[in-house]
C-alpha cells in the first residue's frame, strides 16, 4: 500500500513522524512521503492511501485533500480529544492505528463539511464551547481530555450568551439568546460530547441551538450532550439542511473541530460521501 504519511506533531499525544513510519513499513505500509500539514498539497502520483497522524484540527484539510484526489483517507488519532475516531470506531492505539492505515480493506463513505473554503469532519460550535476550549487548551499537558471538562466548568460560571439568527436552507429556525450552536457532521465533539441524532452519511448538517436559560439549567444541557440526548430535551432547537447560516457570525470567533479560528461568514455546506475512510 503506497501512502503519503501526513504528520501534525504539535498534536497534543503525538508520535514522531519516523516512528509512525516505520510502524507503517511494519505493516506493509510503503511511506512515498512523510510531510507535515502545512505541506498537504498535491500527493506523490503514486499515491493510494492518504494516511494523517494527529487531533481532529489535523484532519480537515488532509480529508480535503484525499477528497480531492479520490483516494481513500486512513487515521491515526494522536490529538487529545480524537472525537472523529470516536465517532468511527477508530482505534486509538498508535500501532494498531497504523497497522489498519497499511493494511486496513475496509473503507467508509463519509459526508465532508465545509464553512468557506475550511473543510471540517466533527463539529463547528459557537458560544459556551469557544470559551471553554480557550480555558480548556493550556491544561491539555496536563489533564489530557479532562481538559475539555474543566473549560466547560469555567465557561458555564464565566460565559456569556450571544445573541443570534439561525437559518437551515434559507429558513430561520432560531433568532434570540442562545448558550451554544453547533453544526454537526459526525456530531462528535469536546472531548466526548456527541449531537446523538447526527449522521455522517446521511448528505446533511444538524443545527442545535441550546437557548439562553438560566446558568443553573446549563448542568442538565451538558448532562444532555454527554449522553447524545441534548435534542430531546425542552427548549432546543433542532433542526437538519445543506447550508446552516448563523447571523451575526460570533465575533469571537467559532471552535471548529477543537480549533479556534474567526467563521466570516458563518456559513456552511456540505459534500454527499465526498470522503472514503478507512475503517476497522
Known sequence: MRVLLLANPKAGSSTPPEALAEALARHGGDVLETRTLEDAERPPEATERIVVAG????????????????????????GTANDFARAM??????????????AGTRTRRIDLASSGDRAWLNAASAGLAVQAARAASPLKRVLGPVAYAAGAAWAALRAHPLRCRVECDGEERFAGGAWQVIV???????????????????????????????????A?????????????????????????????????????????VPVEPARFGVRRAALEVVVG
Open 55 to 78: 487531533g481532529d484540527g489535523s484532519l480537515g484539510t488532509a480529508a480535503a485533500l484525499a477528497a480531492e484526489h479520490g483516494v481513500p483517507l486512513a487515521v491515526i488519532p494522536t
Open 89 to 102: 470506531g477508530l482505534p486509538d492505539d498508535p500501532e494498531t492505528a497504523c497497522r489498519l492505515a497499511a
Open 184 to 218: 454537526s457532521n459526525s456530531g462528535a465533539f469536546g472531548g466526548g460530547a456527541q449531537i446523538g441524532r447526527a449522521r455522517l452519511d446521511d448528505g446533511l448538517l444538524d443545527v442545535t441551538v441550546i437557548p439562553a436559560r438560566s446558568r443553573l439549567r446549563l
Open 220 to 260: 442538565r444541557y451538558a448532562f444532555g450532550l454527554r449522553t447524545g440526548r441534548i435534542t430531546d430535551q425542552p427548549g432546543v432547537t433542532f433542526a437538519q439542511g445543506t447550508a446552516i447560516a448563523i447571523e451575526p457570525a460570533p465575533a469571537a470567533g467559532m471552535n471548529v473541530d477543537g480549533e479556534l
